[in-house]
């Protein structure tokens, strides 16, 4: 895993873009979804959530997108430069808002669909009606999207014949028009075989590598965190261990949350 560009263990947040997250809490109906909620993500690192089922990791996904109401607060700070509260939609606060790209869970589409990848990206990125013939410069914008994920030979496929790697790859281009500062996946190694898997988790080393990215994602594939993840936050409304993969799922919290051991060669 390579040496992330900002000493952050050196100089606290000082030298490092940072997004933090500080005593985030979310209730809905009475019911809390999420407790106390505080860490940080920097530039060039890939943080994985894991969590059991109704622990509150979609939750927190959206909260940070702006599309749930909670309590606490979400900031973000360029390099050395002053933070700004993410839920100030007005930008009083001094400092730039940070772009936020986002990949859902996977969509389903019908095999027999006609829609094209270069459909799916026209329809998404402009008000040109798809049904039209597309022009040349929607065209190389979504060939040049797709470029950045190593993804071009896709543009003419139909979006029901992609496999879950190759629509995890053209979800991924889409968050990045244009680059985000962070970006964040929702269960991106689900529906993906063994090979797309691979592939995915190289590709989002090399973003984060090329780009600078702060990446966030949601996964229940533990035996791959260590090859890929900076840092492990294990959630069950609150945060209950945070730190490397190593120290994550070593620890009694983990163990106690989903009764696994994990050794080196994966499940014990």
Excluded at 77 to 100: E, F, H, M, N, Q
Excluded at 114 to 139: E, Q, Y
Aim: charged content about 20%; proline content about 7%; hydrophobic content about 40%.
């Amino acid at each position: 895993m390579r040496k992330i560009k900002h000493g952050k263990l050196a100089g606290g947040c000082s030298d490092a873009c940072c997004l933090k997250l500080e005593d985030l809490s979310i209730a809905l109906d009475s019911e809390q979804i999420l407790d106390g909620v505080s860490f940080h993500l920097h530039c060039g690192e890939i943080v994985a959530l894991i969590g059991p089922n109704g622990a509150g990791k979609s939750s927190l996904l959206r909260a940070i997108l702006g599309q749930m109401p909670y309590t606490g607060s979400i900031t973000f700070s360029p390099a050395g430069g002053p933070a700004i509260r993410l839920s100030d939609p007005t930008g009083a606060a001094k400092g730039s808002r940070p772009l936020v790209g986002y990949v859902p869970q996977s969509p389903t589409f019908d095999r027999g669909d006609p829609v094209s990848v270069l459909d799916f990206f026209t329809a998404a990125t402009s008000r040109w009606p798809v049904w039209l013939p597309i022009p040349k410069k929607h065209r190389e914008q979504a060939a040049a999207c797709l470029a950045r994920v190593h993804a071009q030979e896709l543009l003419d496929k139909p979006m029901g014949a992609l496999s879950g790697g190759q629509l995890q790859r053209v979800l991924l281009a889409l968050a990045l028009d244009p680059v985000p500062h962070i970006l964040l996946l929702d269960e991106p190694l689900s529906g993906v075989d063994a090979e797309g898997e691979h592939q995915l988790l190289e590709m989002l080393d090399e973003l984060r590598t090329q780009y600078d990215l702060s990446i966030f994602l949601t996964t229940h594939d533990f035996a791959t965190l260590d090859n890929f993840a900076d840092e492990v936050i294990l959630l069950d409304k609150k945060v209950l261990c945070a730190g490397t993969p190593a120290q994550v799922l070593s620890s009694p919290a983990f163990y106690d949350t989903f009764h696994l051991r994990m050794g080196k060669g994966g499940v014990e």
